[in-house]
């Protein structure tokens, strides 16, 4: 697989590295060469390219609740996966606005409130 570019600045961003989303019921998708850069894209409006990240038979809902809320995914649900050598970290969204705050929050990395 080749380097795809980042839907937001432009960068080459190689197979085993970044972020890959995907809307798998409107078959949609979109690469990211960091977190940081899902949040002006989607406050921009969320401009998608048509196609999947996902394999056939793959799961498309991540540990099956939004990462965000903890709520139940509908079939709007956004999936988020992280690229990182061979290795895949999928987290799953009840949509883009629920993604959007998570990435701003700093995504895996936000630090506990409290």
């Known amino acids: 697989m080749s380097a795809e570019q980042c839907s937001w600045c432009g960068v080459d961003t190689g197979p085993n590295d970044g ?14 060469c960091r977190l940081e850069h899902v949040v002006p894209w989607i406050i921009q409006g969320a401009h998608w390219d048509a196609g999947n990240v996902l394999r056939p038979g793959e799961p498309d809902d991540g540990l099956g609740r939004c990462a965000q809320c903890g709520g139940a995914l509908g079939d709007t649900r956004v999936l988020l996966i992280r690229h990182r050598g061979e290795h895949r970290i999928a987290d799953a969204f009840c949509g883009t606005d ?3 705050a998570w990435a701003k929050a700093g995504g895996r990395w936000q630090s506990a409130s409290g």
Do not use: Q
Request: avoid cysteine.
């Open 19 to 32: 972020f890959r989303a995907t809307e798998p019921a409107g078959e949609r998708k979109a690469v990211f």
């Open 98 to 100: 629920h993604l959007l």
